[in-house]
């Protein structure tokens, strides 16, 4: 592969950062971890965006979160079609080897990818309507959530779509047979959660209310 090139220096400075302190410090924890494999008891489901920092807002160490992260926090319908799901195949092994206790789905606030969901279903974003959009496909499973929004300005249809991001994910969860078995047995819960970047707070999604509230 010859493409690859050697890290940039910022970057390798910091490593080596970790490795003399965080690492140093903790290094039979390290180990231990190595050894016994990972256990984690969380699966968090996150979007992509670089200020969803998911470790720092629950303080998590390493080996405690088992975390996949995609555009806008989606999880398709279940298909098992023989193709490549990678976001499918992550859902499998943390339900099924891992048997985490919890699957959270964390969606924020300003998704560009809800946001462009919201303009293709617009009929505002042609380009993501081509066959040759990875994004524009990836955002289809949340189009009947866009169909079903109620009528408002576009800002606030745009904020409900992130938080209808969460609701259809975990709906398509429970349509992996083994989601679904887990939960139906009591040995795995589903959480759904959005975060304002700016304000720093928490929303849960809490079923009683059919709706999201502050944590
Ligand atoms: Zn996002």
Redesign the pocket.
Known sequence: MKYARPLPSYMVTRYQGWKATTHAENKSWYRRLADEGQRPRAMIIS???SR?HVTSIFGADQGEFFIHRN???LVPPYNPDGENHGTSAAVEYAVNALKVSHLVVLG?SS????AGCYDMCSGNAPELEEKTSFVGRWMEILRPGFDALPEGDDESRKSALEKISVTVSLNNLMTFPFVQKAVEEGTLSLHGLWNDIGEGTLESYDPDVDGFVTI
């Open positions: 979007c992509c965006d969803v555009i806008a926090n924020h998704c560009g990818g809800v």
